[in-house]
């Protein structure tokens, strides 16, 4: 068997990237969502796009036409809401998630199932609405292990790729070579 040599790559915001960060705090932007972020860009190239990442945490960034990334937003995931409830209180249940949402709730566990995923969906339209009515032709773009699941709740026109990260990693990589 021959040996070949690795090269590990350490990815960090400083690397070149399909995009520019607009981003008061470029050090701490996690490379979760730098990778996406580059994904967006060689997949939709100038192009308005906004990327959700529906895993452990929600994050919802914004790329522009010009491919300048600015942000966006973090808070806790399907998950972590649902553990968070159960843990954080005296007597509610830790569920399991469901699609099924009935608002108002009229039950514990309706009204539960109503606060985390109605809660998440209209958290990620009210972020889509307001990019909306700033830019035209916004790609909205949903990822993450929790990407399937809430594809069927949202209603709004999405491409669901659960693994936008691995196309984003590679162009970053491709643009590194040495």
């Not at 889509?128 to 830019?135: L, P």
């Not at 990260?165 to 590194?176: A, H």
Request: hydrophobic residues 40%.
């Amino acid at each position: 068997m021959k040996k070949k040599d690795l090269k590990i790559y350490d990815l960090k915001y400083t690397f070149n990237l399909p995009f520019t960060i607009s981003y008061k705090t470029p050090q701490t932007l996690g490379n979760d969502r730098i990778a996406l972020a580059a994904a967006a860009t060689v997949l939709y190239p100038n192009s308005n796009n906004i990327i959700i990442d529906a895993g452990t945490c929600i994050t919802i960034d914004f790329l522009n036409d010009k491919n300048i990334f600015f942000g966006g937003s973090i808070s806790p995931g399907i998950q972590m809401r649902y553990q968070s409830l159960n843990s954080q209180t005296a007597k509610l249940p830790l569920l399991n998630k469901s699609s099924e949402i009935h608002f108002p709730g009229n039950s514990t566990e309706n009204s539960i199932h109503s606060g985390v995923i109605g809660g998440i969906c209209h958290e990620i339209m009210g972020f889509v609405k307001q990019i909306n009515s700033d830019y035209k032709d916004v790609n909205v773009i949903l990822t993450g292990g929790d990407a399937k699941f809430l594809s069927k709740t949202l209603k709004i026109t999405i491409f669901a790729n659960q693994i936008f990260i691995l196309e984003g990693l590679n162009s970053i990589l491709n643009l590194n070579k040495q």
